[in-house]
């Protein structure tokens, strides 16, 4: 059996901008070999180096991301970094964990024809292998629809599609199984099986679905790759990311015994998908949070989760019905500066060039403190969430800059924080203690996400949305 | 292995820079617009323009700028004036980093020297308010034209000095902007 | 944010094929222009409003009329400050307030503004965006140029949303109830607004260009084509008519010699 793709003592460092330059290896003596035809799981944590080496398989890095690289990288028995990603579209596809970073047309059917053309099929036969890949992913009905309009879900598998439209025997694939429903999870994992050329899976979370469908398992963690029997490999994994919740117990500060409700709130949702023609309106009935609580909002993608925190933290006004604080009724910007939004995308929310500007600003309207006592403040809290001052948060990566979010908000010091999807691409462990640290004073805590083993961990009282109505969850733990 | 030149290496990025500016100009443009009795509104596209113009140099410039503004007359509801933007934003952004970045030879990474900013600057702000009122007076008439001369002035004013501070602070946010290169 | 300027309607414009759609607007747009008499070019554009009244209907078709009211209305503002040497039509206490040079003058630029307006905005109401696109193609742009317009198209959404997105965190920084409200400062509001929506439009563009190539963007031989314009019977009767109207027109109306 030949290797289709051989790394060796690979080892691979991002450029760094900052001066002095600290260097931080991604990859380091990183060994890989895949076998034609076999099928790879590496289990690897968020924020280690697992985007950085599906690029570097397809040529894509250091050529577009400068860094340092060394080591041999083999596909096919050619060096890899000798070729252009454009040599390789025969040899290998690959599916990114973010389906924005790989969309680039107006319309799902130009988007799987545009490798097509670029490998210069003839029209007719074009149109045919493009139909016949959106059927096999049920896309037929959006070919002409922008995948801008679509949710999470339906562009994965647009990106996944692609695995039957281009002609490469290897496939990369990035996180796959990412925000698709258990129905199409298991359609994938037997495309994965059914499929007679190469594959490597690469995930952070170990599912249910993997259970014995692998040739081989490994874990990459700090830059290198160690492959082992599927039981050992699971075991070690779990050890590496997993932790229970502590929960901390406080409420000595002012944040304690507040509650903030609503009855009979109603909003307008835009439509979650192109297939809803209309706006539907969401209603919820009765909810309340309250101080040192972990409540939960679980539900699937684009029910109107993200809708509901808008317009609980003020950014949106509801249709009909208000919201109390204590019984009282709180205007729309008072409630904007009691309730903190922590998006899931952390980039909505870092406008400075440095940790220290970012988590001060936080502090800018403080007039009760001293500038000696915020400087210190600042310097304390980047300690807390394990952050360098002097860092460019732009460059960070992606669990730093979640917790720099997190940062910020705990400088802000409200009573009430709402987590939108703060699981996904971080670690639990790094979710947990992000969240201990908002409520060490006593804040409540709302949780946003689509993950319900990870709300049944920690939250008290859970709340979901069923046929546009936001209900509590009975039989609570 | 067929070999490539270096041209072909960086159509790639080329390509992505540009419609990437464009898409932000067609946004800054649309979305931060003030109503305005003439043109139909004064809007930040200019921060873009100059922005790109004293970072990405002439031709990202003059393509995202007149590509970008052209599109956000047309989905804007002003057709009309489409070609017209299209014309005066593109040659604003192509003068502005002619000037600004004459010392720097094409292709360079780097930061254009502070003065010939506000000299490229001040000739761009000429250059769209002048063409605007041009091409307002063969439309509607020279003298009502002179009306929106000020609020041009004071859109492209603005936008210079928010594009002087903002090429400065993007770089210091985003220090790998300095991998892009035209 | 929506990129769609095509109306959904009826009449023969939405059969009419784009390319000789494109002349004939240009063509038109070149004939208001030349030296036609009055009447000629009011009937040109009262046509024109009449067919865009009929493809999109009448509440649709008021409004380019309401956007560029205003316009108009300050155009009539300067009627006394213009032609004051010609004949005067109405004077206030000696005052010459209308001339007659000054009527003919705003007569002219009104009809032609309003009939540019009008053409230019029924076009792009009447021809999808993909059979633009297709039709710039056929005129000779060429395939990069065509790539950065869809590129565009495909972030715009993508860069409002995030836009959108920024702005809100941003208005969520206030600080807490009870506290002194920060002061305004318009300047040091805006600046990290723009830098962060620019760093976050910045960060993408290495992405696209990855994915363009990853999708074969760059390689040596030519590259296919998915879409073309549908090939139509009559291509060429539909160029004659977009050459003839116009070139009549100015046969009928023209004011030279």
Redesign the interface.
């Given at each position: 059996m030949k290797d289709v793709l051989k790394l060796q003592k690979v080892s691979f460092s991002y450029?760094e901008?900052?001066v002095p330059p600290v260097r931080k290896m991604v990859l380091e003596n990183l060994n890989l070999t895949l076998v034609e035809g076999s099928k790879t799981l590496i289990l690897a944590p968020p924020d280690s180096g697992k985007s950085t080496l599906s690029r570097l398989i397809c040529g894509m890095v250091p050529k577009?991301?400068?860094g340092d690289l060394s080591g041999t990288c083999l596909m096919d028995g050619v060096e890899i970094t000798?070729?252009?990603p454009w040599?390789l579209v025969e040899s290998c596809v690959l599916v990114g964990q973010n389906p924005q970073e790989q969309l680039l047309m107006t319309t799902c059917e130009d988007e799987l024809a545009f490798p097509l053309e670029s490998l210069g099929m003839p029209a007719e036969r074009m149109s045919r292998v493009v139909r016949n890949s959106l059927r096999k992913w049920k896309l037929l009905d959006f070919a002409s629809i922008s995948p801008q309009e679509m949710s999470g879900g339906e562009r994965k598998r647009l990106l996944l599609a692609f695995l039957d439209t281009v002609p490469a025997p290897l496939w990369i694939l990035d996180e796959p199984f990412d925000d698709l429903d258990s129905q199409w999870r298991e359609t994938l994992m037997q495309r994965i099986t059914d499929h007679n050329g190469t594959v490597l899976v690469l995930a952070s979370r170990y599912i249910d679905e993997f259970r014995g469908s692998f040739d081989h398992y490994g874990i990459l963690s700090e830059g290198a790759i160690t492959i082992g029997d599927e039981q050992d490999i699971v075991i070690e994994y779990e050890q590496l990311c997993d932790r229970e919740y502590t929960s901390v117990e406080s409420c000595t500060e002012e944040h304690c015994g507040k509650a903030l409700s609503c009855s009979n709130v109603s909003f307008l949702h835009p439509r979650k998908s192109v297939k809803d023609n209309a706006p539907f309106t969401l209603e919820v009935p009765s909810f309340t949070l309250r101080s040192e609580e972990i409540v939960s909002l679980v539900g699937p993608n684009g029910s109107g989760k993200s809708t509901f925190s808008r317009v609980l933290c003020g950014l949106d006004p509801p249709r009909a019905g208000e919201f109390l604080l204590d019984d009282q009724a709180v205007s729309r910007r008072d409630l904007s500066r009691t309730v903190g939004y922590l998006f899931q995308n952390p980039d909505y929310e870092i406008f400075?060039?440095s940790v220290r500007e970012e988590l001060a600003w936080s502090l800018s309207g403080d007039r009760s403190r001293t500038a000696a006592q915020k400087t210190a403040l600042v310097a304390e809290c980047a300690k807390l969430f394990h952050l360098e001052l002097d860092a460019?948060?732009?460059?960070m990566s992606y669990g730093k800059r979640k917790q720099l979010q997190a940062a910020v908000h705990y400088l802000l010091d409200r009573p009430f924080y709402i987590l939108d999807e703060l699981d996904s691409g971080i670690t639990y462990a790094t979710a947990f203690e992000m969240i201990s640290l908002l409520r060490s004073r006593g804040a409540g805590i709302l949780l946003i996400t689509h993950d319900r083993s990870f709300s049944d961990r920690l939250s008290q009282r859970s709340y979901t949305i069923s046929n546009g109505t936001v209900l509590e969850r009975e039989g609570q733990v | 292995?067929?070999k490539?030149n270096v041209s072909?290496?960086k159509?790639?990025?080329r390509?992505?820079?540009?419609?990437?500016?464009?898409?932000?100009v067609?946004?800054?443009t649309?979305?931060v617009r003030v109503p305005t009795?003439?043109k139909?509104y004064i809007s930040?596209c200019d921060?873009?323009i100059y922005?790109a113009a004293y970072l990405f140099g002439p031709w990202a410039a003059a393509?995202a700028g007149g590509?970008?503004t052209g599109?956000a007359d047309?989905?804007g509801?002003?057709?009309?004036w489409?070609p017209l933007s299209f014309i005066i934003h593109g040659a604003q952004g192509l003068l502005v980093a002619l000037i600004a970045r004459a010392p720097i030879s094409a292709g360079v990474r780097g930061d254009a020297p502070f003065i010939r900013m506000v000299m490229g600057g001040l000739l761009g702000v000429i250059v769209m308010a002048g063409g605007y009122y041009i091409a307002g007076g063969f439309?509607?008439?020279f003298?009502?034209a002179l009306?929106e001369v000020p609020l041009n002035l004071l859109q492209a004013g603005v936008g210079m000095v928010?594009g002087i501070?903002?090429s400065k602070?993007?770089q210091?946010?985003?220090?790998?902007?300095r991998?892009?290169y035209w | 944010?929506?990129?769609n300027?095509f109306i959904a309607g009826k009449g023969f414009l939405y059969r009419f094929d784009p390319r000789a759609k494109l002349l004939l607007l240009v063509l038109l747009c070149a004939f208001v222009f030349l030296p036609v008499s009055m009447p000629g070019l009011w009937l040109v554009v009262a046509v024109v409003f009449l067919t865009t009244w009929s493809s999109t209907g009448f509440k649709q078709a008021l409004?380019?009329l309401r956007?560029i009211l205003?316009?108009l209305?300050?155009?009539v503002?300067?009627i006394p400050?213009?032609h004051r040497d010609s004949e005067v039509v109405l004077s206030i206490s000696g005052f010459p307030l209308v001339t007659t040079g000054a009527l003919e003058?705003?007569n002219l630029?009104?009809a032609?503004?309003i009939g540019?307006?009008y053409m230019?905005?029924l076009?792009?109401w009447t021809t999808p965006m993909g059979d633009i696109m297709l039709t710039l193609r056929w005129y000779g742009l060429s395939h990069?140029a065509a790539?950065?317009?869809t590129?565009?198209?495909?972030?715009?959404p993508?860069?409002?949303d995030a836009?959108?997105m920024i702005q809100d965190s941003h208005s969520m920084r206030e600080p807490n109830l009870g506290e002194k409200d920060r002061r305004r400062q318009p300047?040091a509001d805006?600046?990290?607004t723009?830098?962060?929506?620019?760093?976050f439009?910045?960060?993408?563009?290495?992405q696209?260009?990855m994915s363009?190539?990853h999708r074969g963007?760059?390689r040596?031989g030519a590259r296919s084509a998915y879409r073309r314009l549908a090939p139509r019977k009559g291509l060429f009767t539909h160029f004659f008519f977009s050459v003839m109207i116009p070139a009549s027109l100015w046969l009928v109306f023209n004011t030279l010699g």
């Open positions: 450029r901008y900052n577009y991301l400068e000798s070729r252009q040599d400075l060039p460019t948060p732009s460059t | 292995m067929e490539t072909s290496q159509t790639a990025l390509i992505a820079l540009v419609a990437v500016l464009t898409a932000v067609v946004v800054f649309l979305m009795p003439l139909g930040l921060v873009v922005f393509i590509l970008g599109l047309l989905l509801g002003y057709a009309q489409a439309l509607y008439g003298e009502p009306v928010l501070i903002v602070t993007v210091k946010a985003y220090p790998p902007v991998s892009l | 944010m929506t990129t300027t409004h380019p956007s205003p316009l209305i300050i155009m503002v300067f400050l213009t003058n705003f630029l009104a032609r503004f540019i307006t230019c905005t076009f792009f990069k790539l950065v317009l590129l565009a198209f495909r972030f715009i993508f860069i409002a836009f959108q300047l805006v600046v990290p723009v830098t962060s929506a620019l760093v439009a910045l960060k993408s563009i290495p696209l260009a363009l190539e963007f760059g040596a």
